[in-house]
């Protein structure tokens, strides 16, 4: 199993995880994977392996097969993990590059 700490111990890639927990846009403030690596201790660990997995660039069939679920439960569980991490992280990150475009 994997700990949040132990996941990324060079360089956390915070633009990335960003990206998956707020959408394309989204600009991480200092602390960000810091506020990232407190808040996957909260969340559940099959939520957390999932989401681990997928920053780490492995697919939902992938994630799936390793912990032998069906690529949909991996999809569901890594979009509940990104709907927490949201909720703890949205302080920072930067909120201007999350709202939609003006259309005029």
Not at 10 to 28: D, H, M, Q, S, T
Not at 46 to 65: D, H, P, Q, S
């Amino acid at each position: 199993m994997e700990t949040a700490e132990g996941a990324f111990t060079e360089g956390f890639p915070a633009k990335l995880a960003a990206v998956r927990i707020f959408g394309p846009g989204a600009e991480p403030l200092p602390g960000f994977s810091q506020a990232v690596l407190a808040a996957l201790d909260t969340i559940d660990t099959c939520e957390r392996l999932v989401f681990l997995k997928r920053l780490k660039g492995k697919t939902l069939e992938g994630v799936g097969r390793e912990l032998n679920i069906s690529r949909e439960k991996a999809r569901q569980w890594e979009a509940r993990a990104a709907r927490r991490l949201r909720r703890q992280t949205v302080k920072h990150v930067r909120r201007e590059s999350l709202l939609p475009p003006v259309i005029y």
